[in-house]
């Protein structure tokens, strides 16, 4: 099963933006970010949501729980 942090990785690469670019996509510092990708922090509800929002993607699809992309 796929985990968050390398989903998230590949939702990124897949739009071209860096780590610090998608940072600020969400309105958090690099770091922040970086430490998702790192497995080392996660996002609050909020940000979970705000990452799935973003890429137009379910929460279930984020986390790994399902391989739909689309939300219902």
């Known amino acids: 099963?796929?985990?968050f942090h390398e989903r998230l990785?590949?939702?990124?690469?897949?739009r071209g933006l860096t780590?610090?670019?998608m940072a600020a996509?969400?309105?958090i510092g690099?770091?922040?970010?970086?430490?998702?990708?790192?497995?080392?922090?996660?996002?609050d509800i909020r940000g979970l949501t705000a990452i799935a929002n973003?890429?137009?993607v379910?929460?279930?699809y984020l986390l790994g729980?399902?391989?739909?992309?689309?939300?219902?």
């Open 30 to 43: 690099y770091r922040a970010y970086q430490c998702y990708e790192l497995q080392q922090r996660y996002p």
């Open 54 to 56: 973003f890429f137009g």
């Open 19 to 21: 780590q610090k670019e």
């Open 65 to 72: 729980l399902s391989n739909v992309r689309e939300r219902r």
């Open 1 to 3: 099963m796929i985990k």
């Open 9 to 14: 990785r590949l939702l990124r690469k897949e």
């Open 25 to 27: 996509e969400l309105g």
């Open 58 to 60: 379910s929460v279930d």
